[in-house]
């Protein structure tokens, strides 16, 4: 097998088996850019060594067959006394893991050969401290030894001398140095540091293999979902020299501005400096500008050489470069991480160029970043010291008064005020108050913790998890750990984005691109892009994107957005505020009469409702679910009302006859109770009164000339008997309706699939369900047996830290259990009904991997909420190429 490839033998499309550093660097070997020589030692070879424990027997001849190659090409041996060839020994696993991993420079110094180079390169301090460089890495990254051991002797000789910076060490001090280092290694290990070229070489390649299962590396991977098996490749290069004077120095260019996206070249240069002094910023570099002044003979060339990788990579290119002597070296070139708004720029801007395809435009762009670009910003300056730091679980910045419980925020922000919800860490019972907040911020919490969850879910801003702060929430107060109290009716600004809370009120920049999604209208370059990317998905894309929205207000926001309908309107939060009243006493009716006054009363506000969406949605359809909650969520705290009773001088016999019902209607596990399709059938008059107001809101926008398309959804449906049954009294609604205001009303009758049963069974439920919605929040509750209320706030963040869930799948749909559950469920449905149409509209619909897979399963359309809108349709539309 063959382990080792010269620079000149790869290219780009190797990277698997070279790395992307290696294939980088083989692909601008092959196009004849200035890259100095070298060869890769393969992934292969790594991963065979991390599974036997052993190089493979062939690498070593191969390594020096290379080596030898890399030798006569330099006219030099590695380490040679006179004057040396050194390398320097650098890894590079198939996705770029940033500084995770080792490299090594300098290899092939020695006691002998450091004074060739002295010689040869006219510069004995250079040498030297090359020499100490490299004994200090080697030392540290390939024998082991505590880093902090070198670190503190540097300090010792810069104290002596009274100096502050490495470069102020003369060749003395540079020699004394490198001994003590060798003598740090003898002591740390009994063992000397190499003088064998041959050896330093593969024991540093060893090294480098080893570093794939650091720590530092491993953290990486799992934030990153990089997989654990890939291994890494080795790059083994000749050196070239930054730092051989003011003729010389290094560093990094991009093709564009990888911040705004803006065409022309952007970096930083340092004089007289080697690689690592860039990226770890011991010194202060000089924008790029300032090479044109020292060199432009250099700056000149590295343009075109910028011009040419852009071309031939088709994308915003990033370079690691040297100049030696007035000579240019390209180190290493990868396509550029980049913002949220370079990414929608540039692929604009490089199809525009002519450069890439429309389609290739939407693929450079996602939904995650098009999200961020959707909030609101601050406006922070450096001065700006936040009170606390904490997890940026939901982005956005947020400004408003502290609150410390859920029903003051509710009150609060009923009177019109800004509030900011501050918990330990929230639960359901918080929702309301979170609702009305503008921002959520908990000390105790991860990303996946309820706070975490519900505010992205809400498009809330949210920071979680700020551990320095301590909240008193029967004090109404909070204190941070530099002693700052900030209480009930402060004002603070949360940067979800950061992760960051301040005191006071931060100046806000409105998100140009999220305006620029209502209107329509550009308003510069980045929305430009945006609206750009989101025409073309449009196009393209074959799933229909619904919002889920409950209100009129909601509906016409989410077509504002492009919402082509409603998914999901949820009845439940329109019985809720003054109706609450009316619900207590549907509930707490003893004969049927008193029951059908309530929903008589009922009635009309629903209908409103309706009207005012339809009216919304004039054309669209607009899927009505019929109610869904265990009905003591509309009854009072148990708790409560029981104190209230016992106080009470002269209790209120309405609070007993409430208690008494509230009793009655207790359950172990509500969410696997008394709710759904089941209420519709326990509760008589629900479902008429529901179906009525349904009804003759259709029939009212007729009269008033629109064109509504209502559709009735019936929730939590395991049995085709139970819709049999509910369709029926629906039906006999529907007619009565209609022979009353001598409308047609052939309205779409269909049910959700969340519960498995159903899924299972969908091929029966279809026979009698015009439409199937997925409900993939119930579904992956019910599937995988876990309260995602519960679940989110317990075990989730451990299984993630664990490994057992890669995201959490309330998040990103978890497609072998309940995706497969959607397979089956599309496919028996359709195979029964082949008018069936199918959508979700669990929280998934608005998640970008999700939507990808509801797109292969064939679903008609996603539904989710109103601001997820815009990164449905693009991945909807990326989904489809
Ligand atoms: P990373 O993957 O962490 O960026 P690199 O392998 O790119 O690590 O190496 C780190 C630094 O060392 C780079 O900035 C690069 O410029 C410098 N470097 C690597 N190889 C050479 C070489 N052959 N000659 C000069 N500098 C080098
Ligand atoms: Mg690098
Ligand atoms: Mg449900």
Redesign the pocket.
């Given at each position: 097998i063959k382990y080792v490839y010269a620079f000149g033998e790869g290219g780009r499309e190797m990277a698997g088996l070279l790395g992307g550093?290696g294939a980088g660097l083989a692909e601008m070997t092959r196009i004849g850019l200035p890259v100095?020589p070298?060869f890769t030692v393969t992934t292969e070879a790594c991963r065979t060594f991390l599974t036997s424990g052993a190089e493979p027997p062939e690498l070593a001849g191969q390594v020096s067959g290379a080596l030898a190659g890399l030798e006569r090409a330099r006219g030099r041996a590695l380490g040679a006394p006179d004057d040396p060839l050194l390398?320097?020994v650098?890894?590079?696993a198939r996705f770029s893991m940033?500084?995770m991993?080792e490299?090594i420079?300098d290899i092939g110094l020695n006691d002998d050969s450091v004074t060739g180079l002295a010689k040869a390169s006219g510069r004995e301090r250079f040498a030297w401290d090359s020499y100490r460089r490299l004994v200090q890495m080697f030392g540290h990254t390939v024998m082991g030894v505590d880093g902090d051991l070198f670190q503190e002797a540097i300090a010792a000789h810069r104290e002596k001398l009274s100096v502050a910076a490495d470069q102020d060490l003369d060749v003395g001090e540079l020699v004394a140095l490198t001994d003590e280092f060798k003598e740090i290694i003898r002591r740390a290990t009994g063992e000397e540091f190499p003088q064998d070229p041959a050896e330093q070489l593969h024991r540093a390649i060893r090294a480098v293999f080893d570093s794939w299962n650091g720590e530092r590396a491993r953290v990486y991977r799992h934030r990153e979902h990089i997989p654990e098996d890939l291994g890494t490749a080795v790059?083994v290069?000749?050196?070239?020299?930054?730092n051989l004077g003011a003729d010389s120095g290094?560093g990094v260019a991009f093709t564009r501005d990888p911040a705004t996206g803006g065409r022309g070249v952007y970096g930083d240069y340092l004089p007289d400096a080697?690689?690592?002094d860039?990226?770890s910023g011991v010194r202060d570099a000089v924008p790029l500008a300032e090479l044109k002044r020292l060199d432009p003979a250099s700056y000149l060339e590295l343009g075109d050489h910028l011009r040419t990788l852009e071309n031939h990579y088709r994308d915003l290119c990033d370079v690691?470069f040297?100049v030696e002597r007035g000579k240019l070296?390209i180190?290493?070139t990868r396509v550029g991480k980049r913002t949220a708004q370079a990414a929608f720029r540039i692929a604009r801007d490089l199809r525009e160029e002519g450069r890439i395809t429309a389609d290739e435009a939407l693929v450079r762009v996602d939904g995650d970043a098009l999200t961020r670009l959707m909030f609101p910003r601050f406006d922070v300056r450096p001065d700006d010291v936040p009170l606390a730091k904490g997890v940026p679980a939901s982005p956005g910045a947020a400004v408003g008064a502290v609150v410390f419980d859920s029903a003051t925020a509710h009150r609060r922000a009923a009177a019109g005020e800004q509030v900011v919800l501050v918990r330990r860490e929230t639960t359901p019972d918080d929702l309301p108050g979170m609702i009305a907040a503008q921002a959520v911020l908990t000390s105790r919490g991860g990303k996946t913790s309820h706070a975490a969850v519900v505010a992205r879910g809400m498009g809330k801003v949210c920071v979680c998890g700020a551990e320095s702060l301590t909240v008193d929430p029967v004090a109404r107060r909070l204190t941070t750990a530099t002693g700052v109290v900030v209480s009930e009716g402060d004002t603070v600004s949360v940067d979800g984005t950061a992760g960051t809370v301040h005191l006071g009120a931060l100046p806000l920049t409105a998100s140009d691109v999220g305006q620029a999604l209502e209107t329509r209208e550009a308003t510069g370059e980045v929305t430009a892009a945006v609206l750009d990317a989101l025409a073309h998905a449009d196009e393209v894309r074959r799933l229909e994107v619904r919002a889920n929205a409950d209100t009129p207000e909601d509906a016409v926001r989410a077509r504002a957005l492009g919402a082509e309908g409603i998914g999901l309107c949820r009845t439940e939060h329109m019985f809720l505020g003054e109706r609450r009243a009316l619900v207590e006493a549907m509930i707490l009716a003893r004969d049927d009469e008193a029951r059908a006054d309530a929903l008589s009363a009922l009635l009309p506000l629903q209908r409103n409702d309706f009207v005012g969406i339809l009216a919304a949605m004039d054309g669209l359809p607009v899927t009505i679910r019929l109610l869904d909650p265990p009905l003591h969520e509309f009854l009072p705290d148990r708790t409560e009302l029981a104190v209230r009773l016992a106080t009470a001088v002269h209790p209120d016999p309405h609070d007993r006859a409430l208690l008494a019902a509230v009793e009655r209607m207790q359950e172990q596990n509500p969410m696997l109770g008394l709710r759904g399709v089941r209420l519709a059938l326990a509760v008589p008059g629900l479902v008429a009164m529901q179906v009525r107001a349904i009804a003759e809101a259709v029939a009212q926008r007729r009269l008033d000339g629109g064109d509504p398309r209502a559709e009735i959804m019936i929730p939590l449906v395991g049995t085709v008997e139970e819709l049999r049954l509910v369709r029926a009294e629906t039906e006999r609604v529907l007619g009565e309706v209609a022979a009353e205001t001598g409308a047609r009303l052939d309205l779409p009758i269909g049910t959700m699939i969340e519960l498995p049963r159903a899924a299972l069974t969908a091929g029966r439920i279809a026979e009698v369900a015009d439409f199937f919605s997925f409900g993939t929040n119930d579904l992956t509750q019910t599937t995988w047996g876990l309260s995602r209320d519960d679940a989110e706030a317990s075990f989730v963040p451990l299984y993630l830290d664990e490994g057992v869930f890669g995201t959490s799948p309330f998040e990103t749909i978890d497609q072998e259990g309940v995706g497969r559950l959607v397979e089956i469920g599309v496919e028996a449905g359709r195979a029964a009904n082949p008018r069936l149409e199918t959508g979700v509209c669990g929280e998934h619909g608005g998640d970008p991997e999700s939507v990808h897979f509801f797109h292969r399963a064939g679903l008609d359309y996603v539904s989710c909420s109103p601001f997820r809108i815009p990164a449905a349709r693009l991945e909807a539309g990326r989904a489809a190429l």
């Amino acid at each position: 097998i063959k382990y080792v490839y010269a620079f000149g033998e790869g290219g780009r499309e190797m990277a698997g088996l070279l790395g992307g550093k290696g294939a980088g660097l083989a692909e601008m070997t092959r196009i004849g850019l200035p890259v100095p020589p070298g060869f890769t030692v393969t992934t292969e070879a790594c991963r065979t060594f991390l599974t036997s424990g052993a190089e493979p027997p062939e690498l070593a001849g191969q390594v020096s067959g290379a080596l030898a190659g890399l030798e006569r090409a330099r006219g030099r041996a590695l380490g040679a006394p006179d004057d040396p060839l050194l390398v320097s020994v650098r890894s590079g696993a198939r996705f770029s893991m940033p500084g995770m991993m080792e490299t090594i420079l300098d290899i092939g110094l020695n006691d002998d050969s450091v004074t060739g180079l002295a010689k040869a390169s006219g510069r004995e301090r250079f040498a030297w401290d090359s020499y100490r460089r490299l004994v200090q890495m080697f030392g540290h990254t390939v024998m082991g030894v505590d880093g902090d051991l070198f670190q503190e002797a540097i300090a010792a000789h810069r104290e002596k001398l009274s100096v502050a910076a490495d470069q102020d060490l003369d060749v003395g001090e540079l020699v004394a140095l490198t001994d003590e280092f060798k003598e740090i290694i003898r002591r740390a290990t009994g063992e000397e540091f190499p003088q064998d070229p041959a050896e330093q070489l593969h024991r540093a390649i060893r090294a480098v293999f080893d570093s794939w299962n650091g720590e530092r590396a491993r953290v990486y991977r799992h934030r990153e979902h990089i997989p654990e098996d890939l291994g890494t490749a080795v790059n083994v290069q000749a050196m070239v020299f930054g730092n051989l004077g003011a003729d010389s120095g290094t560093g990094v260019a991009f093709t564009r501005d990888p911040a705004t996206g803006g065409r022309g070249v952007y970096g930083d240069y340092l004089p007289d400096a080697q690689g690592e002094d860039v990226v770890s910023g011991v010194r202060d570099a000089v924008p790029l500008a300032e090479l044109k002044r020292l060199d432009p003979a250099s700056y000149l060339e590295l343009g075109d050489h910028l011009r040419t990788l852009e071309n031939h990579y088709r994308d915003l290119c990033d370079v690691e470069f040297t100049v030696e002597r007035g000579k240019l070296w390209i180190l290493q070139t990868r396509v550029g991480k980049r913002t949220a708004q370079a990414a929608f720029r540039i692929a604009r801007d490089l199809r525009e160029e002519g450069r890439i395809t429309a389609d290739e435009a939407l693929v450079r762009v996602d939904g995650d970043a098009l999200t961020r670009l959707m909030f609101p910003r601050f406006d922070v300056r450096p001065d700006d010291v936040p009170l606390a730091k904490g997890v940026p679980a939901s982005p956005g910045a947020a400004v408003g008064a502290v609150v410390f419980d859920s029903a003051t925020a509710h009150r609060r922000a009923a009177a019109g005020e800004q509030v900011v919800l501050v918990r330990r860490e929230t639960t359901p019972d918080d929702l309301p108050g979170m609702i009305a907040a503008q921002a959520v911020l908990t000390s105790r919490g991860g990303k996946t913790s309820h706070a975490a969850v519900v505010a992205r879910g809400m498009g809330k801003v949210c920071v979680c998890g700020a551990e320095s702060l301590t909240v008193d929430p029967v004090a109404r107060r909070l204190t941070t750990a530099t002693g700052v109290v900030v209480s009930e009716g402060d004002t603070v600004s949360v940067d979800g984005t950061a992760g960051t809370v301040h005191l006071g009120a931060l100046p806000l920049t409105a998100s140009d691109v999220g305006q620029a999604l209502e209107t329509r209208e550009a308003t510069g370059e980045v929305t430009a892009a945006v609206l750009d990317a989101l025409a073309h998905a449009d196009e393209v894309r074959r799933l229909e994107v619904r919002a889920n929205a409950d209100t009129p207000e909601d509906a016409v926001r989410a077509r504002a957005l492009g919402a082509e309908g409603i998914g999901l309107c949820r009845t439940e939060h329109m019985f809720l505020g003054e109706r609450r009243a009316l619900v207590e006493a549907m509930i707490l009716a003893r004969d049927d009469e008193a029951r059908a006054d309530a929903l008589s009363a009922l009635l009309p506000l629903q209908r409103n409702d309706f009207v005012g969406i339809l009216a919304a949605m004039d054309g669209l359809p607009v899927t009505i679910r019929l109610l869904d909650p265990p009905l003591h969520e509309f009854l009072p705290d148990r708790t409560e009302l029981a104190v209230r009773l016992a106080t009470a001088v002269h209790p209120d016999p309405h609070d007993r006859a409430l208690l008494a019902a509230v009793e009655r209607m207790q359950e172990q596990n509500p969410m696997l109770g008394l709710r759904g399709v089941r209420l519709a059938l326990a509760v008589p008059g629900l479902v008429a009164m529901q179906v009525r107001a349904i009804a003759e809101a259709v029939a009212q926008r007729r009269l008033d000339g629109g064109d509504p398309r209502a559709e009735i959804m019936i929730p939590l449906v395991g049995t085709v008997e139970e819709l049999r049954l509910v369709r029926a009294e629906t039906e006999r609604v529907l007619g009565e309706v209609a022979a009353e205001t001598g409308a047609r009303l052939d309205l779409p009758i269909g049910t959700m699939i969340e519960l498995p049963r159903a899924a299972l069974t969908a091929g029966r439920i279809a026979e009698v369900a015009d439409f199937f919605s997925f409900g993939t929040n119930d579904l992956t509750q019910t599937t995988w047996g876990l309260s995602r209320d519960d679940a989110e706030a317990s075990f989730v963040p451990l299984y993630l830290d664990e490994g057992v869930f890669g995201t959490s799948p309330f998040e990103t749909i978890d497609q072998e259990g309940v995706g497969r559950l959607v397979e089956i469920g599309v496919e028996a449905g359709r195979a029964a009904n082949p008018r069936l149409e199918t959508g979700v509209c669990g929280e998934h619909g608005g998640d970008p991997e999700s939507v990808h897979f509801f797109h292969r399963a064939g679903l008609d359309y996603v539904s989710c909420s109103p601001f997820r809108i815009p990164a449905a349709r693009l991945e909807a539309g990326r989904a489809a190429l």
